[in-house]
């Protein structure tokens, strides 16, 4: 089992900054990546950033020169330092965690809402 804890998010005007952070507990010794997706209201929950055990990171094109996924030195906590934020940026953003081959934990989500 891991445990996800989530903090971070809120409100912000358009083109400001925000940053997440999200911190995993438990059997870590298994988690393959951590990352995170973000839902929209009537939108399906997308990619945001994700980075592998390995370092390899990817970012959704939307995001790309604005967000910067990052972690501490342990593995056990994953960033998210959104900049230049614009109102698509809205969303719930949930932490992300998959753990061996098969298991996927989900952190509870934080609203991030960015007003114009």
């Known amino acids: 089992q891991v445990q996800l804890v989530e903090s971070g998010g809120g409100l912000v005007q358009a083109g400001g900054s925000l940053r997440l952070s999200c911190a995993a507990s438990g059997s870590i010794f298994r988690i393959s990546a951590m990352g995170w997706y973000r839902q929209a209201p009537g939108r399906q929950r997308e990619l945001v950033a994700a980075i592998t055990s390995g370092g390899r990171i990817n970012y959704a094109d939307s995001v790309k020169g604005r967000f910067t996924i990052s972690r501490d030195n342990a593995k056990t906590t994953v960033y998210l330092q959104m900049n230049s934020l614009k109102p698509d940026d809205t969303a719930v953003y949930y932490c992300?965690?998959?753990?061996?081959?098969?298991?996927?934990?989900w952190g509870q989500g934080t609203q991030v809402t960015v007003s114009s």
């Open positions: 992300w965690v998959p753990v061996g081959s098969t298991s996927v934990y």
